[in-house]
């Protein structure tokens, strides 16, 4: 009996995911069966399992820079002792100024990679050395930070870390600074340098009458520490200049650019835009790929065979003629792509390479040029259908989930796979690249979301709490945190260090199929099944509910709701040039 329930629940998931994909209503045709709330022994293990690993207090480290405590510490008190014994005074007062923003920093860093007893106890060591007012207001107000979470709900610690911190060095001082560097720099100790620290070239002395008039006009920020205004305050014009417009704009009213797709609410299935904003390629379930030329783009269909992107895996010789010559232009203009042999379910341009990827049923992903249309390469490795796709930072990797419950991991110039990523019990239906591109996250029918090590394909986490199957992924571009949507109508929060699930946005009406951070960090985009977009205002939901606060929203709070008039939405994406939404839809 417990076999055959775990088999029909595996049909019936299989069964609801096919039919959402295909924008099927929920109606008589169809109808869910009811919640089975006894437990199999699978399942036992999975709950066991994930519920171990979210209470562990390994953090994963999203920096580029994995901290090493004792040598770190070892060479912030290297840098101190060359500091000191530097002979020319002068010299040695300006490099003075780097220790202080450089230790709070490095404080900040060991938290943020989970040394929190090794970041207190170098907090506690070099603190005392630090005796201005400013300083010691501002580390006092660092000594209450114990988590990445607390520096959000912190004003001066946040601009602190999200500004470079400004040190006036002559140039003397800074070839000083560049030949200790070369011979004794710590990798963290140059990164937060470069990242936290903007070295200003200082001006020379002005001599009048032989007094000698130093322009050291030092002045508190908000930041919480001294600041020193470059020149004649052209920059911190320009930086309050940049913060009013950013006020204003997480004020007004979003737009979003729609596009939509006419005449084929039936068949179409996917849909992207390119970086360029200057073409359209959407997916049908009749196995075509169009593609739209935007705006002042014309497509032009060749005449002849063009030259191609070198792909070691380029597979021309391997097409015969007909099927080189099978490109047409339907009578909207779209250039068709065959090719595929069954529903096209995910798209994704590669601009540097003009390269359309796309994944089908077939269980094939294909790489189309876009200087003549043609099949540049064929990369096989699932054994069922390929339901969604992503590519890496810099478009150096592609994932691909399926059917089969496995993701794979691609480069372009290999036909093969090169990690395959197994464990969830039902199809993937989604899969998202971190923003550093050292891990990905997948979801799933099974209702986890798992978090997946690129470079070894190794599992690093398991996230429960979702009702439903998932459909939608999505990272802040930070890196701190996940978004996760799908079947249950609402949006789930995890913070990636501390493995808590922050809160729930509800409000949709239907199953969220697309999903999407903005690139400020201030919005998450969502879009139902019913064509209805949301904009939810994530950072204010993330601040109150690390302070303990409810999480029901007040008025202000409120997202934004768009009546988008379009049967189903097919992509949701934030345009990384103008932080712009585009929206693509059916009508």
Not at 420 to 426: E, R
Request: with cysteine.
């Amino acid at each position: 009996m417990k076999m055959k329930r775990l088999k029909s629940e595996a049909i019936s998931a299989t069964v609801e995911s096919y039919l959402k994909r295909r924008h099927y209503q929920d109606n008589d045709v169809y109808c869910k069966s009811d919640h089975s709330y006894s437990q199999s022994s699978d399942q036992m293990i999975l709950n066991a399992t994930a519920e171990c690993s979210t209470s562990r207090d390994n953090s994963i480290v999203f920096s580029a820079i994995t901290i090493d405590v004792n040598t770190t510490d070892q060479s912030f008190q290297r840098l101190k002792k060359w500091i000191n014994i530097i002979v020319n005074e002068k010299i040695k007062l300006e490099l003075q100024g780097l220790l202080y923003p450089l230790f709070c920093h490095l404080y900040l860093e060991m938290l943020h990679s989970g040394n929190r007893q090794a970041a207190i106890q170098f907090l506690k060591t070099y603190q005392n050395e630090f005796i201005s007012d400013t300083e010691k207001d501002f580390l006092e107000e660092l000594s209450s930070v114990f988590s990445i979470q607390d520096i959000e709900l912190r004003p001066l610690v946040n601009a602190f870390r999200t500004r470079k911190y400004k040190v006036d060095l002559s140039e003397a001082a800074q070839i000083c600074l560049r030949q200790y560097l070369t011979k004794y720099g710590h990798v963290i100790i140059m990164e937060i340098l470069n990242r936290h620290v903007a070295i200003i070239t200082k001006a020379n002395n002005s001599q009048i009458d032989g007094e000698v008039y130093e322009e050291n006009c030092y002045e508190t920020t908000i930041n919480g520490h001294v600041e020193q205004p470059s020149g004649i305050g052209v920059d911190r014009e320009m930086r309050e200049l940049q913060e009013a417009i950013r006020l204003m704009r997480n004020n007004t009213h979003h737009p979003i650019k729609l596009f939509t797709v006419k005449n084929a609410i039936e068949n179409a299935s996917c849909g992207v835009i390119a970086p360029k904003m200057d073409k359209l390629a959407v997916g049908f379930s009749t196995a075509e790929i169009r593609l739209w030329g935007i705006g002042d783009t014309v497509l032009v269909q060749p005449n002849n065979k063009q030259s191609f992107v070198p792909l070691s895996c380029n597979i021309s010789q391997l097409f015969n003629c007909e099927e080189q010559e099978n490109i047409t232009r339907n009578e909207g203009g779209a250039i068709i792509l065959r090719g595929h042999t069954d529903v096209v379910h995910d798209l994704r341009f590669i601009p540097q390479a003009e390269i359309l990827l796309s994944v089908s049923s077939d269980r094939d992903m294909r790489a189309w040029r876009l200087n003549d249309y043609s099949c540049a390469a064929v990369y096989n490795g699932h054994n069922y259908p390929i339901w969604c796709m992503d590519t890496s930072t810099f478009d150096l990797y592609t994932a691909t989930g399926s059917h089969d419950r496995t993701a794979k991991l691609w480069s372009l110039d290999r036909t093969f796979p090169l990690r395959i990523f197994a464990g969830h019990f039902l199809d993937i239906n989604c899969i998202k690249f971190h923003p550093n591109a050292r891990y990905l996250a997948t979801g799933s029918a099974d209702k986890t979301v798992r978090l997946w090590a690129k470079d070894d394909g190794n599992l690093v986490r398991v996230y429960v709490g979702a009702q439903s199957t998932i459909y939608a992924l999505a990272f802040s571009p930070d890196g701190k945190y996940l978004a996760a949507a799908g079947d249950d109508k609402s949006i789930s929060i995890w913070d990636l260090a501390s493995n808590a699930l922050l809160t729930e946005l509800k409000g949709h009406k239907d199953t969220v199929m697309n999903m999407d951070w903005s690139l400020d960090g201030q919005y998450i985009a969502s879009a139902s099944i019913d064509g209805i977009v949301r904009l939810w205002p994530t950072k204010t939901f993330i601040a109150s509910l690390n302070g303990g606060q409810s999480s029901a929203m007040s008025q202000t709070e409120a997202p934004q709701v768009y009546q988008t008039c379009c049967s189903s939405i097919l992509s949701l994406n934030y345009h990384k040039k103008n932080n712009s939404l585009i929206c693509i839809g059916t009508a």
